[in-house]
């Protein structure tokens, strides 16, 4: 998505080639990102589907990806947007790291440089379509942060994206707490991604789920939930409305 | 060194492979009054002699603070040092502005080393003519540079420059092996000792030096008239006792020896 500063001379046949070099909506789009602080780092989950719209296009998208040897970064939205800043922190990272100094990017740093990548872009009236969640440990310490696609910013011990926001924190609001294992912190993240995998149409039943300690991170393979269908209520779905479907 | 045919300009290079240009503005800084720098693991102090233009005007300053983590102390010509503090205050802040994260010193100074080179290799420059000591912390802990205006830096364990930089060096080479393990005090009170060898037999006074630290714990900062006098008190006993008479003799002798500055009536007003 280049950018071009649109003439504003009351023509919009003019106009319409200036438009078309700034991002007006979201074409393929990831869904939510779920990401909790744990006793070692940072946990962080998301499922592998791209959307076109109303239809699950691409099932192999991997929404995140390590920033540099201290950061993860995961994304929810436009996925060429998504490329886009990875090429950006990619340049970011290889000048950290020619200085080879000693110094280098962690992810207060990283997080702070995507709130002004956004910040910016968003001023242009040219955004990246993402919301974007930071986690990542350097010194011991746990970082985990996130930005959204008009700017806004923000560190939380968990947090969420998209539908994320409303169906999977308020189970964390509920059931985080600090120094948690990381087996009970891999348990709390699958009721999340089940909850949302159940009521979010754009969710599909192929997650990561990525952790990042002091080690280093990695991303485990993908796998699917159980998920159970047989309730009662679903038996006879249009008991109710004969003659529905 | 004596003018020569080949020192007009800073893009003309002697048949001996020498930039003179270059060569006259590392003179101006040795023409500055001194500046001292001496790091330990985890702190880093930076010193001066307070040298005035006349008994009527204050003394300038030549020890700027670029941000809580780095300090800078100059020797030369003093208004190109400003300029220089301006760049890296600016570059500093940017830095933290984007990443809300302090920029590691060892950085800035190759940025410093890098803006000084371009004026040896263009014919409508000069070279900045002051020399810059810059101390600071990033991760791998305190670290001491000197900027010359060649556009070299080399990092230090301690350092002097300016006029009678000298005298002070002999001081800071008998001891520098011990400084990586000094405790922040004994770090103080070697940099005020350092200063007082270059003043040459004046009285070490708390008005005649500017003392700054900074370290891992504690931004960057200057030391009040008071405590610096405090340390200078613990070493300085035995000329007070004399009592007043030596006091007063002291004094005069401090006068003249102010306005002389290196002792060379050809030193230029601009360089402090």
Redesign the interface.
């Known amino acids: 998505m280049t950018f071009t500063i649109p003439i504003d001379n009351g023509d919009s046949l003019k106009n319409a080639e200036a438009d078309s070099q700034r991002t007006l909506y979201p074409y393929v789009t990831g869904t939510s990102i779920v990401a909790i602080k744990y006793k070692d780092g940072v946990l962080m989950a998301s499922d592998m589907g791209g959307s076109y719209g109303s239809t699950l296009r691409y099932k192999n998208i991997e929404r995140m990806k390590a920033i540099g040897k201290h950061s993860l970064l995961g994304a929810s939205g436009e996925i060429s947007d998504f490329q886009e800043i990875l090429r950006y922190l990619d340049e970011l990272v290889l000048n950290d790291n020619m200085?080879d100094?000693?110094?280098?990017?962690?992810p207060?740093?990283v997080?702070?440089?995507l709130t002004?990548v956004m910040y910016n872009r968003r001023n242009k009236f040219n955004p990246l379509w993402n919301t974007l969640v930071l986690g990542g440990v350097k010194n011991g310490e746990s970082y985990l942060g996130m930005v959204s696609m008009i700017g806004v910013s923000f560190e939380d011990n968990h947090v969420a994206t998209g539908f994320g926001n409303h169906l999977a924190r308020p189970i964390l609001r509920d059931e985080w707490h600090a120094d948690l294992s990381f087996e009970d912190g891999v348990k709390l993240l699958e009721k999340c991604m089940r909850v949302l995998l159940y009521r979010d149409r754009s969710a599909i039943n192929k997650l990561q789920i990525a952790k990042i300690t002091e080690e280093g991170v990695t991303v485990s393979q993908p796998y699917s939930l159980k998920t159970f269908w047989e309730f009662k209520a679903f038996h006879n779905p249009t008991a109710g409305a004969e003659g529905s479907w | 060194m004596f003018r020569n045919q080949y020192d007009t300009d800073v893009t003309t290079w002697s048949p001996t492979g020498r930039l003179f240009q270059v060569e006259y503005a590392m003179e101006a800084v040795k023409q500055g009054s001194a500046a001292i720098g001496l790091r330990s693991r985890s702190h880093v102090v930076l010193a001066s002699v307070n040298k005035a233009q006349s008994e009527l005007s204050s003394h300038q300053r030549k020890i700027f603070k670029v941000d809580d983590h780095i300090g800078v102390a100059i020797a030369g010509l003093t208004a190109d040092g400003r300029v220089l503090s301006r760049y890296m205050r600016s570059e500093s802040i940017n830095h933290s502005?984007?990443?809300?994260?302090p920029l590691?010193v060892?950085?800035l100074v190759v940025r410093l080393a890098d803006k000084a080179q371009v004026c040896t290799q263009r014919s409508w420059k000069r070279p900045y003519g002051v020399g810059l000591l810059v101390g600071g912390l990033?991760?791998?802990g305190a670290h001491l540079y000197y900027n010359c205006p060649s556009g070299n830096y080399f990092e230090y364990q301690a350092f002097a420059i300016g006029s009678r930089s000298q005298a002070a060096k002999t001081y800071l080479e008998r001891r520098f092996e011990s400084f990586n393990e000094s405790s922040r005090e004994d770090l103080i009170k070697d940099a005020i000792l350092a200063i007082r060898e270059t003043l040459q037999g004046e009285t070490l006074k708390s008005s005649l030096c500017t003392v700054s630290v900074l370290g891992v714990d504690e931004p960057f900062h200057f030391l009040d008239q008071e405590s610096i006098q405090k340390v200078i008190d613990t070493f300085e006993k035995v000329p007070e006792e004399e009592g007043d008479g030596g006091e007063g003799e002291a004094e005069d002798e401090a006068a003249p020896a102010e306005q002389g500055g290196a002792g060379d009536q050809d030193v230029a007003p601009m360089e402090i």
């Open positions: 200085w100094d000693g110094n280098s990017l962690g207060k740093e997080h702070n440089y002004r | 502005f984007t990443y809300e994260s590691p060892g950085r990033d991760e791998s």
